[in-house]
């Protein structure tokens, strides 16, 4: 018999919006794996082309820059070139650019002609798709929100709660082992390739596609600044005047 006041049943209410958010995950789960996780899987299994020599490596990285996809200085300040009321249309593509820019230099990858010369750039774009398709989806988030909410079941002290939380915890990383992801939802080579049986790939070619990884992230911060300078915060409109 519960004993909780008539009317108010706060186990079930949590179980409604967990059952919703977890539903989502599992959702987004489902597609990430079909879609991106599964094409990086085969990318590492079918892997055979070695590793790029360290000084091969180097100059690639040194050679690529945002000037590659027209994402430096240079090509953003043509902007400032306009003004009065064309600049309301180039101000959204700009903002628009500043929030998909990851996505944006992503589909782009092939014109980082230095690193499209490595080895192991074939892995490099399964990798950045995966990469972007989890920030899209945005799962670590939705799981700190599960998180939260699987707390408060577990900190309920009462029966009708408490029993919830296995089934739905068993839920949530059901869908990390099979994306191959951390316990926060987090990507990285190492927990991929346990969780999913890829590979693994050999250590200079892991350590090699890690270096490349952290460059493109380096490489889309600085396309994200230098657009960010150029989009001014508050606009006074033409037609305002």
């Not at 593509?93 to 589909?107: G, L, Q, Y």
Request: net charge negative; with cysteine.
């Amino acid at each position: 018999m519960s004993l909780l006041p008539a009317g108010i049943d706060p186990c079930e209410n949590l179980k409604r919006e967990l059952e919703k958010q977890i539903h989502n995950f599992e959702q987004q789960g489902v597609y990430l794996k079909s879609q991106i996780t599964d094409v990086l899987k085969d990318a590492i299994d079918n892997y055979s082309a070695g590793n790029s020599a360290s000084e091969v490596l180097e100059a690639a990285l040194a050679a690529a820059t945002v000037d590659d996809v027209n994402a430096g200085t240079t090509a953003m300040s043509r902007v400032r070139n306009f003004a009065g009321s064309c600049l309301d249309s180039v101000w959204n593509e700009a903002r628009i650019f500043a929030s998909k820019t990851d996505a944006f230099i992503n589909d782009r990858l092939n014109d980082f002609l230095s690193l499209a010369s490595l080895v192991e750039f074939d892995l490099l774009t399964p990798l950045r798709n995966l990469q972007t398709a989890l920030g899209l989806a945005g799962l670590e988030g939705l799981l700190a929100e599960i998180d939260k909410r699987l707390g408060c079941l577990a900190d309920s002290e009462l029966g009708e709660c408490t029993s919830l939380v296995t089934d739905f915890s068993d839920r949530v990383e059901d869908v990390l082992n099979y994306l191959g992801l951390n316990s926060d939802a987090t990507f990285s080579l190492d927990t991929f390739q346990s969780l999913t049986g890829a590979g693994p790939l050999p250590a200079l070619v892991q350590t090699n596609l890690e270096t490349l990884d952290a460059k493109m992230e380096s490489l889309i911060a600085e396309a994200r600044d230098n657009v960010s300078q150029i989009i001014p915060q508050y606009i006074n409109p033409e037609s305002r005047f």
